[in-house]
């Protein structure tokens, strides 16, 4: 059933530079969620979104931000990048309260 | 705050035993339970839940795990282990009585089928 896909693949950035994560949802799906999953880690919650609204935050900072669209689309933006911020980005979304989430392959963001 | 403990790194099977990888769970409220797995450089694919009812899940690909609530485990089984089912494994919990708290998952177990 997963169709969610996102945007881009990999990307190779500097530090401080900005960069833009894209995700399509699954059709029907109104919650999306993002998460960071370091090289060796469990996948981490940074943020989730319900019908346009922020509504979870985990423990990153404000540099971590994002926006769901009407159409369920949503975008994960990290400012001024961190060597630490490398890892795989991954986007999930759910249908329902009690519906396994459905991921996305992730964007592995490497930061030079 | 919910939080999940997979206790094992590495598990090692030989192809045709029966497998497990153990998962223990920690949360306020009514636990909504998960299994994922991951295969290299890929997203995690949905395996099984538990929500409500019988305590014995079946899921994709022959895995089958059991809600404990007094032991508050989640342990993931298979029959017999296939030399494709090796990846990483991740237990999940969310609080079922909360509709906007996220899924929190175990730090992985990665699952080696020895043929």
């Known amino acids: 059933e997963t169709g969610v896909t996102q945007s881009p693949t990999h990307l190779i950035k500097t530090r401080g530079q900005q960069v833009t994560l894209r995700c399509s949802s699954q059709?029907?799906?109104?919650?999306v969620s993002w998460y960071q999953q370091a090289l060796g880690q469990g996948p981490q919650f940074i943020f989730q979104?319900?019908?346009?609204?922020?509504?979870g935050r985990g423990n990153f900072p404000p540099r971590f931000s994002g926006l769901q669209f009407p159409n369920y689309s949503s975008e994960l933006n990290v400012n001024a990048l961190e060597l630490d911020d490398s890892a795989l980005y991954l986007c999930?979304?759910?249908?329902?309260?009690?519906?396994?989430?459905?991921f996305g392959e992730g964007s592995r963001l490497t930061v030079l | 705050a919910q939080s999940v403990a997979q206790p094992e790194d590495q598990v090692n099977v030989a192809e045709g035993n029966p497998l497990t990888v153990k998962c223990t769970y920690s949360?306020?409220?009514?636990?909504?339970l998960f299994w994922y797995v991951q295969y290299p450089n890929r997203g995690l694919q949905f395996l099984l839940k538990?929500?409500?009812?019988?305590?014995l899940v079946k899921g994709s690909y022959g895995f089958e795990a059991e809600f404990n609530k007094s032991q508050t485990s989640f342990h993931l089984k298979k029959p017999s282990a296939l030399v494709s089912d090796s990846a990483l494994y991740f237990c999940?919990?969310?609080?079922?009585?909360?509709?906007?708290?996220?899924?929190?998952f175990g730090k992985g177990t990665r699952l080696s089928v020895i043929a």
């Open positions: 949360v306020s409220g009514n636990p909504y």
């Open positions: 538990y929500i409500t009812g019988d305590n």
């Open positions: 999940a919990v969310r609080d079922g009585n909360s509709g906007n708290t996220p899924l929190v």
């Open positions: 059709s029907g799906h109104n919650t």
């Open positions: 979104y319900y019908r346009e609204e922020e509504n």
């Open positions: 999930a979304s759910r249908r329902d309260r009690a519906g396994e989430l459905f």
